[in-house]
C-alpha cells in the first residue's frame, strides 16, 4: 500500500541580497573565495547578488566559483561587458528554480540595467523572486521602479524583491513608490562596509506579514570582503 509523499514546509526561509563589488573586497583585492566564505557564514536558503563578474576575457565566472562553494543552484542575469567581460546580477538557491526572466530596466544612455526574476520551488511551496540593482540617478531610479512595478505584481505566490537600490535618501520618491507598493520594512545600513551609514540594499517581501525579521551581517569577514554588507531577512508561512 503506497503513501502520499509528506508536504514538506519550507518555511521559515532566511533570504539574503549582497552586492559583492566584483569580488574585489574593501581592500582592493579580487577574492572570489572570500565572498564564498561570508555566504557560508550567512547560510541562507535564498541569496540575490549584485555586480557578480560572470566571465569572460580570461575573467573568472565568479558566479561558478559561488556555486562551486555553497553546491546552490544558480542563474545569471547578464546586463553589460567591458572589454568582452561580463557582468550582472545572480540568484543562488538552495531549492529548485523553475523558470527565469531577464527584465531589462535601462534608462537612456546610462549604464544598463537588468532584474533577474526567478520562480523557485521550495517544497512544492511557490516563491518569486526578483533581484535587481538600480541606477545612480534619481531619473533613472524612478523609471526602473516603474517598470518592475508593471510587470512582477501578482497574487498567485509570495514575491520577493531584493538588491542594491542605490537610494540614499530615506525619502526618495523610488523608496515612497516601493513603500506603498509592499508596505514599510525595516532598512538597516549596509554601506561603506566598514563603517555602514547608507541602506542601499534592500528587501521587500509581499505579503508583508511573511517578513518576519531584517538584520544586518556585519563580521568582520563581511566587512573586508565588499565595499556593501549583506542584508538578511527571515520570512515565515
Same mark, same amino acid.
Given at each position: 500500500?503506497?503513501?502520499?509523499?509528506?508536504?514538506?514546509?519550507?518555511?521559515?526561509?532566511?533570504?539574503?541580497?549582497?552586492?559583492?563589488?566584483?569580488?574585489?573586497?574593501?581592500?582592493?583585492?579580487?577574492?572570489?573565495?572570500?565572498?564564498?566564505?561570508?555566504?557560508?557564514?550567512?547560510?541562507?536558503?535564498?541569496?540575490?547578488?549584485?555586480?557578480?563578474?560572470?566571465?569572460?576575457?580570461?575573467?573568472p565566472?565568479?558566479?561558478?566559483?559561488?556555486?562551486?562553494?555553497?553546491?546552490f543552484?544558480?542563474?545569471?542575469?547578464y546586463?553589460?561587458?567591458?572589454?568582452?567581460?561580463?557582468?550582472?546580477?545572480?540568484?543562488?538557491?538552495?531549492?529548485?528554480?523553475?523558470?527565469?526572466?531577464?527584465?531589462?530596466?535601462? /534608462?537612456? $544612455?546610462?549604464? =544598463?540595467?537588468? @532584474? &533577474? %526574476?526567478?520562480?523557485?520551488?521550495?517544497?512544492? *511551496?511557490? +516563491?518569486r523572486?526578483?533581484?535587481?540593482?538600480?541606477g545612480?540617478?534619481?531619473?533613472?531610479?524612478?523609471?526602473?521602479?516603474?517598470?518592475?512595478?508593471?510587470?512582477?505584481?501578482?497574487?498567485?505566490?509570495?514575491?520577493?524583491?531584493?538588491?542594491?537600490?542605490?537610494?540614499?535618501?530615506?525619502?526618495?520618491?523610488?523608496?515612497?513608490?516601493?513603500?506603498?507598493?509592499?508596505?514599510?520594512?525595516?532598512?538597516?545600513?549596509? /554601506?561603506? $562596509?566598514r563603517? =555602514?551609514?547608507? @541602506? &542601499? %540594499?534592500?528587501?521587500?517581501?509581499?505579503?508583508? *506579514?511573511? +517578513?518576519?525579521?531584517?538584520?544586518?551581517?556585519?563580521?568582520?569577514?563581511?566587512?573586508?570582503?565588499?565595499?556593501?554588507?549583506?542584508l538578511?531577512?527571515?520570512?515565515?508561512?
Amino acid at each position: 500500500m503506497s503513501t502520499a509523499a509528506p508536504d514538506l514546509n519550507p518555511w521559515p526561509l532566511t533570504i539574503a541580497t549582497y552586492n559583492i563589488h566584483g569580488a574585489v573586497g574593501a581592500d582592493g583585492e579580487f577574492a572570489p573565495t572570500r565572498v564564498a566564505d561570508v555566504l557560508r557564514e550567512i547560510s541562507a536558503d535564498i541569496i540575490a547578488l549584485q555586480e557578480v563578474p560572470l566571465g569572460g576575457a580570461g575573467m573568472p565566472n565568479v558566479l561558478k566559483i559561488l556555486q562551486d562553494a555553497t553546491g546552490f543552484v544558480g542563474v545569471e542575469g547578464y546586463t553589460f561587458s567591458v572589454s568582452g567581460r561580463r557582468y550582472g546580477n545572480a540568484v543562488l538557491s538552495r531549492y529548485p528554480i523553475l523558470a527565469t526572466r531577464q527584465i531589462d530596466i535601462s /534608462f537612456g $544612455s546610462r549604464e =544598463p540595467r537588468g @532584474a &533577474l %526574476d526567478a520562480d523557485i520551488s521550495c517544497h512544492g *511551496h511557490p +516563491l518569486r523572486v526578483i533581484a535587481t540593482h538600480l541606477g545612480l540617478r534619481p531619473a533613472e531610479r524612478h523609471d526602473q521602479i516603474r517598470k518592475l512595478l508593471q510587470v512582477f505584481d501578482t497574487d498567485q505566490m509570495a514575491v520577493v524583491l531584493m538588491g542594491d537600490v542605490n537610494e540614499w535618501f530615506v525619502w526618495g520618491k523610488s523608496l515612497r513608490w516601493l513603500v506603498s507598493h509592499f508596505q514599510a520594512v525595516p532598512a538597516p545600513a549596509t /554601506f561603506p $562596509s566598514r563603517w =555602514p551609514v547608507f @541602506a &542601499l %540594499d534592500r528587501i521587500w517581501i509581499r505579503p508583508r *506579514h511573511r +517578513l518576519v525579521h531584517v538584520e544586518v551581517h556585519a563580521t568582520p569577514l563581511a566587512r573586508i570582503a565588499s565595499d556593501h554588507l549583506p542584508l538578511i531577512a527571515h520570512i515565515d508561512g
